[in-house]
């Protein structure tokens, strides 16, 4: 219920969505990729990892060897989706890659965490997309239930404790926790 005399700015019928993103695909690949994800990634059944890595790729992720992915993790696009060596995604990841997705080597993606890189502009109207990429450094560690927000950067060997929003970058080899986010302390001394 509306209360005062505020007249509200917001104008979603006009928002544009094929302004502010580029979806790097044509649309037969991106349904094609949606059956897909909906069988062996959103599936409750544990698919070989290999299987699973291999369909990313032929949908043009680069993965690297070693990569876990466990059931029910949602990736939105794979042709923006670059992972390394040894990592590990757990149950119900949710990689809202509309920019590039970058996860170095032996990155830990917890349970029910949120990459995401989408968002809107709130101070336009329109509130036109205002997306970014998101890269996950060497070592680091994502919690459950973490929010990753368009733009960050998390450190080499940093760890962003369970339940955290993150919505700027993080420096190298620190435990950071809570909302707003803080740093604690050093992970390695």
């Given at each position: ?22 979806r790097g695909a044509g649309k037969l690949k991106e349904i094609s990729w949606y059956f897909i994800k909906m069988i062996f990634f959103l599936s409750a059944m544990p698919w070989p990892n ?51 997705l970058i996860i170095g080597d032996n990155v830990c993606i917890s349970q029910r965490a949120f990459l995401c890189g989408g968002n809107h502009d709130f101070r336009v109207p329109e509130m ?62």
């Amino acid at each position: 219920m509306e209360t005062g005399s505020y007249s509200s700015k917001v104008n979603l019928a006009g928002f544009n969505a094929a302004i502010g993103l580029d979806r790097g695909a044509g649309k037969l690949k991106e349904i094609s990729w949606y059956f897909i994800k909906m069988i062996f990634f959103l599936s409750a059944m544990p698919w070989p990892n290999s299987l699973k890595c291999s369909l990313l790729r032929l949908f043009g992720a680069k993965v690297g060897s070693g990569v876990i992915i466990k059931p029910r993790v949602n990736i939105h696009f794979p042709w923006k989706l670059v992972t390394g060596n040894d990592v590990w995604i757990g149950e119900e990841a949710f990689l809202l890659n509309f920019e590039p997705l970058i996860i170095g080597d032996n990155v830990c993606i917890s349970q029910r965490a949120f990459l995401c890189g989408g968002n809107h502009d709130f101070r336009v109207p329109e509130m036109p997309y205002r997306n970014g990429p998101i890269t996950l450094m060497n070592g680091s560690w994502i919690g459950a239930s973490v929010f990753v927000s368009p733009g960050v950067i998390i450190g080499t060997d940093s760890v962003i404790t369970a339940g955290s929003v993150v919505t700027g970058s993080v420096e190298s080899n620190g435990i950071y926790k809570g909302n707003p986010l803080v740093y604690i302390k050093p992970r390695w001394k």
